[in-house]
């Protein structure tokens, strides 16, 4: 199996920080994403329990090194799905969005942001 890009460029910098985590683990959850994908932090938290701030801080390290772009996803309060549209910062989220699932306007937009990583 091929080793996942993004684990092989952030590992070495991971153990110099000894960060107190899985790595058979991660790199098995690492090695499920291509280029192109999306990675959400929660999936990360809840697949590897992993506290989330570590979870943050690996992802950050991973933008460092190239592996990974941030960009905001917006949550629906009202039917709980992500509306399908990417930002790449907080000064392209209009101040309110309708959402594709279930038409709901979702007013200040930015208090329902996420964070979640593209996988280059
Ligand atoms: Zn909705």
Redesign the pocket.
């Known amino acids: 199996m091929m080793l996942s890009n993004i684990f092989a460029k952030v590992v070495p910098l991971l153990k110099e920080k000894k960060f107190d985590i899985d790595y058979d683990a991660l790199a098995k959850f690492l090695e499920r994403y291509k280029p192109g994908d999306w990675l959400y932090p929660d999936a990360m938290h809840r697949n590897l329990k992993m506290n989330i701030k570590t979870v943050y801080e690996i992802l950050e390290l991973c933008v460092e090194m190239k592996s990974l772009e941030q960009y905001l996803q917006i949550y629906?309060?009202?039917?709980?799905?992500y509306?399908g549209q990417y930002y790449k910062t907080i000064a392209e989220i209009p101040d309110e969005i309708n959402?594709?699932?279930?038409?709901?306007e979702?007013l200040n937009p930015l208090n329902h942001a996420i964070i979640i990583y593209k996988v280059l």
């Open positions: 629906c309060p009202h039917c709980q799905k509306t959402c594709l699932h279930c038409d709901y979702i």
